[in-house]
């Protein structure tokens, strides 16, 4: 049965993975035996990034700066890389505002790094994987694919957006053996949620709302991170698997 999940020598591309969830993506990826290519505009922060994961790797670590949101830029970078068998869509921006007071550039900003990012990258990628006929294409969703919450409207909007195109995506790639599906996690603790972790009361509100009553470790997204990217997932297409402690199983 391990061989199910064996993803040893393949090449996985995690756009958004300098930090934070995305770099415990590529870490999971990494420890698992793939062949990481990390993804974000800063090389600084890619180099440093890397240096870290090297450290437990066991197959090579790359990086690729590039802009996720631009068309030529992800053109070239996707076609400089070669073949990429597991694209992690990770990168991803949050804006909090009042509806009425959510300005139009914050707006069009969580478009084109929430959704237009990852038709960008996804398209690219997967005009190869149609060539080999497989390929793995995830896709980072949120509980806010399916809840919203007060002053973040057009964010729960672009992760509906992005939950729909997961599917899209399967009705067009599918055939080709690829599969598509999204990792959408509930409320988790990292680096750049600190501040609301170090909140009392919505860390409160984040236990009661919450069944497992905690906030998420980013480990806890690895084993289904690993399903999706492995073979035990090849019937599994254009799906978003919730990792958010039952937040959205219940009222």
Known sequence: MSSLFDIAGRRALVTGSSRGIGFALARALAEAGAEVILNARNAAALDAARTRLQQVASAPVHTAPFDVTDEDDVRRAIGDLGAVDILVNNAGMQRRAPFPDFATTDFDALLATNVRSVFLVSRE??????????????????????????????????????????????????????????????YFSTELTQALVADEQFTEWVRTRTPAGRWGQVEDLAGTLLWLASPASDFVNGQTIFVDGGMTAVL
């Open 125 to 186: 990628v997967s005009r190869a994987m149609i060539e080999r006929s497989a390929g793995k294409i995830i896709t980072i969703c949120s509980v806010q694919s399916e809840l919203a919450r007060p002053g973040i409207a057009p964010y729960s909007a672009t992760k509906g957006a992005v939950r729909m195109l997961v599917k899209g995506m399967c009705a067009d790639l599918g055939p080709h053996g690829i599969q598509v599906n999204g990792l959408a996690p509930g």
